[in-house]
């Protein structure tokens, strides 16, 4: 049996972090290990506030091959930007 | 530099003609500064040479905590001595870092501690020197983290994403690193005749072995260029060794401290200082194995490994039976 700790990917949200950032893995044996071991690998100089764990091999990420599929539709939407709408001076701020 | 005389796998740079359609892809990413990710392609060649390099210079970082834990309980005063805990401790992470910067090349970080562990991979040489008295824990992160930090600053740019991020953090804390030391080597240079004594003397056996953490001269050097084409290095070992006796000579002056080199003076016409290289048939023994603490070193870390097995394994079991007992309540 592969007697290896598994590894935990973390996440930090910082003091004014608006949310929880990916900051690097570890290995460790659970949950608890992994987050008392990224209080000390990931946050000696009060990087953050809240720490979350979760095991690698629970997350699933898109592949760099699908980039075109996914990303491009959304360059030829211009309109979704509001810098894409001339409003009058006149009218001021909106 | 922490990775010194890393072999580049493959037969050297292709020309654009030589390569597959793959391959020039991928070198026109990196020639645009686009990162490479894990998940992207790569050559089976950039992907060994780099868990060659990742993986010494990770052990570099964790070798390294061994001759600074060394003054640990004899730190000269309770403050001392956490800065100098605080800074060994970094080394650890700055160590873990990297062996995740790593595995995500698909190494796992059983095989490459153990990689380590037998001699099938190197750490810099620098850590084969020992610590005499507390005079070399000043001269250390003075000289050799600083040596580090040249070679590190230029490999936040790397092209692997994973190493880059890595070097990011690093380079963000290693700057403590090197002025706590040139804190405490100056509290010697400033003090009795004999910690000034002291002081000189780190200096005297510290210097050339600093200098030879950039690896061999380029002349040497034959594996730089595929390297270089890739980014995973940056500089060649001697613009980075020229760079840290330039920054370092006026900062020894300031401390009364002479460098250990009579042909050590300023080159008007170049701009640069010139210095006497070190004994590279030293440095070659060092490499080989015959450097004065290699032994103890790789002991040291082999006894931590086996020491710690039984807590790896008792906590692993433990986890493993919790989340039975878990699975069984549900």
Redesign the interface.
């Known amino acids: 049996m592969n ?3 598994p ?1 935990w990917e973390i996440f930090i949200r910082g003091q004014h972090g608006m949310s929880h950032r990916h900051v ?4 460790a ?2 949950a608890e ?1 992994a987050i008392k071991n990224a209080r ?2 990931y946050t ?2 009060n990087e953050g506030v809240s720490i979350w764990v979760v095991e690698a091999n629970n997350i699933s ?1 898109s ?2 091959s699908d980039k075109g599929p996914l990303y491009e539709p959304s360059e030829s939407k211009v309109y979704r930007h509001p810098t894409f709408f001339d409003i009058p001076d006149e009218v001021g701020a909106m | 530099m922490y990775a010194q005389m890393i072999k580049t796998a493959g037969t050297g740079v292709k020309s654009r003609e030589e390569m597959t359609e793959q391959e020039r892809a991928f070198q026109d990413k990196i020639d645009a500064d686009i990162k490479i990710e894990p998940k992207d392609w790569m050559p089976d060649d950039y992907r060994a040479t780099l868990i060659r390099q990742i993986g010494q210079h990770a052990h570099s970082e964790i070798v390294g905590q061994l001759p600074e834990g060394n003054w640990i309980t004899r730190a000269p005063t309770l403050e001392r001595k956490a800065i100098l805990l605080a800074k060994v401790q970094d080394e650890a992470g700055h160590g873990l870092y990297l062996y995740c910067a790593a595995e995500t090349l698909g190494v796992s970080r059983d095989e490459i501690t153990e990689m380590l562990l037998d001699g099938r991979m190197k750490y810099s040489s620098i850590f084969n020197y020992p610590t005499l008295n507390w005079a070399d824990i000043g001269a250390v992160g003075w000289l050799v983290d600083g040596a580090a930090i040249m070679n590190q600053v230029p490999l936040q740019r790397t092209s692997f994403g994973p190493y880059s991020r890595a070097m990011i953090r690093i380079c963000k804390e290693e700057s403590f690193h090197q002025r706590q030391g040139y804190d405490a080597i100056r509290k010697m240079a400033e003090g009795t005749p004999e910690q000034r004594r002291m002081a000189q003397d780190a200096m005297n056996r510290l210097w050339y072995p600093s200098l030879m953490m950039f690896g061999p001269s380029d002349k040497e050097s034959v594996h730089s260029a595929q390297s270089m084409a890739w980014k995973i290095k940056i500089n060649t070992n001697d613009e980075l060794r020229q760079k840290f006796v330039d920054q370092t000579v006026p900062q020894a002056e300031y401390l009364g401290l002479s460098i250990p080199d009579p042909d050590l003076k300023w080159n008007e016409a170049r701009g640069h200082y010139d210095y006497t290289d070190p004994d590279w048939s030293e440095f070659f023994d060092v490499i080989k194995g015959n450097g004065p603490c290699n032994v103890d070193r790789l002991a040291a870390r082999n006894k931590a490994w086996d020491d710690g097995k039984w807590v790896r394994d008792g906590l692993l079991a433990h986890a493993r039976k919790k989340r039975t007992r878990n699975l069984a309540a549900e």
């Open positions: 007697n290896e700790w590894l690097g893995s570890l290995h044996p659970d290990m000390d690998v000696r100089r990420a592949s760099p």
